[in-house]
C-alpha cells in the first residue's frame, strides 16, 4: 500500500518560514507527478505548488515567489520551502502524487502550518 508521509509543519510568526517534507513508501517516485495542496478551514482544497515527472513546477499566484517545491527522487521525497509566510497561509497542508492512470492519485495524511503572531 502506497504511503505518503508529511512532516515539518508548526506555528511560525508572519515573515518567517518552514520547510515542508513528504516522504512516499511503496511507490515508484520518479513516475509521479508530486503536488502540495493545502486547505484551510471552511475552504476547499486547494493546489499550492507541483512539480512534474521531468522537474517542470508550477505554484498558485498567491505563493509565487515565496514558496519553492523540490523534488529528490532518489530518497523519495518532495520538499515545500516557505518563506515570507502569512497568516493566510495558514491551512492543512497535503502530499499528493499522482500518474499516469487516474486510480494511482495518492494522498498524505496532511501536516498543520499555522501563522500567527
Known amino acids: 500500500q502506497v504511503q505518503l508521509v508529511e512532516s515539518g509543519g508548526g506555528l511560525v510568526q508572519p515573515g518567517g518560514s518552514l520547510r515542508l517534507s513528504c516522504v512516499g513508501s511503496r511507490i515508484t517516485f520518479r513516475i509521479y507527478n508530486m503536488g502540495w495542496y493545502r486547505q484551510a478551514p471552511g475552504k476547499q482544497r486547494e493546489l499550492v505548488a507541483g512539480?512534474?515527472?521531468?522537474?517542470?513546477?508550477n505554484y498558485a499566484d498567491s505563493v509565487k515567489g515565496r514558496f519553492t517545491i523540490s523534488r529528490d527522487n532518489a530518497k523519495n521525497m518532495v520538499n515545500l520551502q516557505m518563506n515570507s509566510l502569512k497568516p493566510e497561509d495558514t491551512a492543512v497542508y497535503y502530499c499528493?502524487?499522482?500518474?499516469?492512470?487516474?486510480?494511482?492519485?495518492?494522498w498524505g495524511q496532511g501536516t498543520q502550518v499555522t501563522v500567527s503572531s
Open positions: 512539480i512534474a515527472t521531468g522537474g517542470l513546477r
Open positions: 499528493n502524487a499522482k500518474g499516469a492512470m487516474a486510480s494511482a492519485d495518492y
